[in-house]
């Protein structure tokens, strides 16, 4: 059964950067499949936001609004991908989930942004 398992600091102060991981049980980040490896935050009181994916083969991709400040990467011999966020605000105070596709999530991670 495929697992996905959100890590990393729960509070950041404003001009640093945000750090996750996700690593990933019961299923390779390598295998070839349709769905992408995602990051979708949810802010308080407001939807869902995609913020960007790695494909099996490495291939990444970026929401528009956070491309500039946005990296995801991964490590595939610890089966893990992970999400940096650069020059972070209040504004990126949020719960951060890794997905596969929309059908595997991630507990979420709250992460708060905060001097």
């Known amino acids: 059964q495929l697992q996905l398992q959100e890590s990393g600091p729960g509070l950041v102060k404003p001009s640093q950067t945000l750090s996750l991981t996700c690593t990933v049980s019961?299923?390779?980040?390598?295998?070839?499949?349709?769905?992408?490896w995602n990051w979708i935050r949810q802010p308080p009181g407001r939807g869902l936001e995609w913020m960007g994916a790695?494909?099996?083969?490495?291939?990444?991709y970026y929401s528009p609004s956070l491309r500039s400040r946005s990296s995801i990467s991964r490590d595939t011999s610890k089966n893990q991908f992970t999400l940096q966020l650069t020059s972070v605000t209040p504004e990126d105070t949020a719960v951060y989930y890794c997905?596969?596709?929309?059908?595997?999530w991630g507990q979420g991670a709250q992460v708060t942004v905060s001097s």
């Open positions: 997905t596969r596709g929309l059908g595997h």
């Open positions: 019961g299923g390779s980040i390598t295998t070839n499949t349709y769905w992408s």
């Open positions: 790695i494909t099996y083969s490495g291939t990444t």
